[in-house]
């Protein structure tokens, strides 16, 4: 974790009750309609809490002044006390709260958040050049580290609530006090961008189940404007970070809400071979996926949508076939861009330097990416499967064997599989994905790629029912059979394990609401497959449950 200086870390409290201002951006791009917790930021819920919070703490939160282009003076760290120190003080002694939020952030949660960290994030080094003279950005990393240690600190959640509720008025509303002319600095414009999009994947910090499209929309919206005053420059990290921030966050989006609630989105496609001088920058959520990551975005709007319209059908029309020969289709031509795509080779990537996420790990991310889409496309379009059949075999996976040479290597090609032989091919991809994760050891940060990858391949850990059963009088000689449980279901218990040791350790790393809402997803997807339903599919289970959570 590299060190911060202090002075980088600190915020001045001015004694002055003055109101935090932001330069102002030329057109509102957000509706009135944006909420918190499901209440208006000026609602009478969060006006309670904080009327409590400022009864119990009432130096907590001082009002600062941030204004644009402001220096503030060096900041003298050797007066000041851990983190954990300053909060467990008495309420007297808390107007150091907002610099203790502040150090966390920059010590804590960027390492939590981000896949990899170093001096090259572009995440941290935007944060860190403009969070004193944005008041938009400030009050994104208060209300980010006070949700993640609202934990332990159970009053510091309604200072989330309300610094979240903060910084969305302010990219929300023109300042007043600036005349109509005054137009914000493109780097005035990414730091309310990179707010933004902060700020709409942490909505499910505070309520597990505000996915933020609105948000997201909007955050689309100011990209564009960025994007069109810094076009030509092939040089652009930031503007390059924005794009994927947005895919990376599509694909989250994708597999829980209906294509209309994501806007305009739409991804860049490359067109040919990538260019071999060229280097590949990780990105700090994606890594280096952007192809996979993009791929898997498409997979979940055809998938959501599929399922939405299938869930629908009483009684099957013209239209409905129609429908689904489109969506087989779509879901064939995203097949094979999976098994086309090629990592990249780790040579021409830029190394980000941070130890505890080397390259290999985030290329083993992306073979687990590629592969979970392969996956969600076999589970929801079993003909993309009955087409490539053949007993599995983890080297064929990726390269499944023609149909003019399945003969040649003793491959049935006429041969369907049974329903009972697609569950079980399905059951040993998700071992081999889990088995890719396990390669990855737990204190790499790409651990905030992965409940994603877990959630989705949780529906094909089926136990056989007979194995779940409890042997009786009533079952006569086939107690014994049910007593003989075969290596199969015990890989699976041991997958399961797996998740969930994980899901609950990285719940004590972020403990998070939102946390408990993706363990509680996968308790009810298994809890199906265990009393012997058919067909189950965690994405089916998440809308039926409102269990759908940002998942990265």
């Given amino acids: 974790m590299p060190s911060l200086d202090a002075s980088s870390c600190a915020l001045l409290l001015s004694s002055q009750n003055a109101i935090p201002t932001t330069p102002f951006w030329d057109a509102p791009f957000v509706s009135s309609a944006w909420t918190v917790d499901g209440h208006s930021p000026t609602t009478s819920s969060s006006q309670a809490e904080d009327r409590e919070v400022e009864h119990l703490f009432p130096s907590e939160s001082p009002v600062v002044d941030v204004q644009e282009n402001s220096t503030l003076p060096f900041f003298d760290n050797t007066q000041t006390r851990p983190c954990k120190q300053l909060l467990e003080s008495s309420p007297r002694e808390l107007s150091h709260l907002p610099t203790s939020l502040s150090e966390y952030f920059f010590r804590e949660v960027i390492t939590l958040y981000c896949a990899w960290d170093s001096k090259t994030n572009v995440m941290r080094n935007i944060v860190e050049t403009m969070w004193q003279s944005s008041g938009a950005l400030y009050h994104t990393i208060q209300s980010m580290a006070a949700a993640c240690l609202s934990e332990d600190f159970p009053h510091l959640l309604p200072v989330a609530r309300r610094e979240h509720g903060n910084a969305l008025k302010l990219i929300r509303d023109r300042p007043s006090a600036l005349p109509l002319s005054t137009s914000m600095t493109t780097t005035h414009k990414r730091a309310m961008l990179l707010s933004s999009t902060l700020l709409g994947h942490t909505s499910s910090w505070l309520s597990p189940q505000n996915l933020a499209t609105d948000m997201f929309r909007a955050s689309c919206s100011m990209l564009k404007d960025v994007s069109a005053e810094t076009r030509g420059s092939d040089a652009d990290a930031s503007l390059s970070f924005f794009s994927d921030t947005m895919d990376y966050w599509a694909m989250l989006l ?32 994606s890594g280096i996926s952007h192809a996979t990551v993009r791929l898997l975005t498409d997979t979940g709007i055809l998938i959501f949508q599929y399922r939405k319209h299938m869930a629908a059908v009483k009684f099957l029309t013209e239209t409905d076939l129609d429908v689904f020969r489109a969506a087989l289709r779509s879901a064939r031509q995203l097949e094979r861009a999976f098994l086309a795509h090629r990592p990249p080779d780790l040579s021409r990537v830029t190394d980000p330097g941070d130890p505890k996420t080397p390259l ?18 076999y589970r929801v379009f079993p003909d993309l499967l009955n087409e490539r059949y053949a007993p599995w075999d983890r080297e064929r996976l990726l390269r499944p064997v023609p149909m003019s040479a399945a003969a040649g290597v003793g491959v049935d090609s006429n041969k369907v599989p049974s329903a009972r032989e697609r569950r079980t091919w399905l059951t040993k991809l998700a071992m081999y994905i889990l088995g890719i994760l396990r390669d990855i050891p737990f204190e790499s940060r790409t651990r905030s790629a992965q409940p994603f990858i877990m959630v989705a ?7 056989e029912p007979q194995h779940l059963r409890q042997p009786d009088a009533g079952y006569g000689d086939s107690g014994a059979d049910v007593l003989d449980i075969g290596p199969a279901s015990i890989e699976v218990a041991r997958a399961r394990k797996f998740v969930r040791s994980r899901l609950a350790a990285y719940t004590h790393i972020l403990p998070l609401r939102k946390s408990r809402v993706i363990s509680e997803l996968i308790d009810h997807t298994w809890a199906a497959l265990d009393v012997g ?9 998440a809308r039926e449950k409102n269990l759908g959570t940002m998942m990265g």
Avoid: F, M, N
């Fill in 254 to 285: 994708a597999y829980l809400t209906d294509s209309t609630q994501l806007g305009d989105y739409h991804h860049t496609t490359s067109i040919g071979p990538a260019d071999p001088s060229k280097s590949i920058e990780p990105h700090p959520y």
């Fill in 360 to 377: 290999r790990h985030l290329e083993l991310i992306d073979e687990a990416y590629r592969c979970t889409g392969l996956l969600q496309l």
């Fill in 457 to 463: 391949i949780s529906s094909e850990l089926r136990r």
């Fill in 533 to 541: 339903e058919e067909d189950v599919y965690w994405l089916d289970i």
